[in-house]
């Protein structure tokens, strides 16, 4: 029993930067895994980053990498997702998620817990 509220999203223009923020309550201690999904409109749900509990493994969709950095602040039950360089293709439904174990990150069934999105629409 997990809830995750996610918080930080918004309008930018191209080129732009974004820090989205997620914060946990319930039985957070216990989650192995964190990370984010994405939703455009029209468009599947797809797996974004993920990051395990420590903060030493971290994993990105490929369209991502070099520009969105994920990180943890487990004092304050909190996953960030720093999101610089944005382009009108990033513009979508924000979502954060957690698991209890590891497995089958970029899959939806690979998680167990969802906040309910926040939006990040970039602007050409």
């Known amino acids: 029993q997990v809830q995750l509220v996610e918080s930080g999203g918004g309008l930018v223009q191209a080129g732009g930067s974004l820090r989205l923020a997620c914060s946990a309550s319930g039985r957070t201690p216990s989650t192995y895994t964190t990370g984010w999904f994405r939703q455009a409109p029209g468009k599947e749900r797809e797996f974004v980053a993920a990051?395990?509990?420590?903060?030493?493994?971290?994993d990105y969709v490929d369209s991502v990498k070099g520009r969105f950095t994920v990180s943890t602040d487990n004092a304050k039950n909190t996953v960030y997702l720093q999101m610089n360089s944005l382009k009108p293709e990033d513009t979508a439904v924000y979502y954060c998620?957690?698991?209890?174990?590891?497995?089958?990150?970029?899959?939806?069934?690979?998680?167990?817990?969802w906040g309910q999105g926040t939006q990040v629409t970039v602007s050409s």
């Open positions: 990051i395990t509990r420590s903060g030493d493994r971290k």
């Open positions: 998620v957690a698991a209890w174990y590891r497995s089958q990150i970029t899959s939806i069934n690979g998680w167990e817990y």
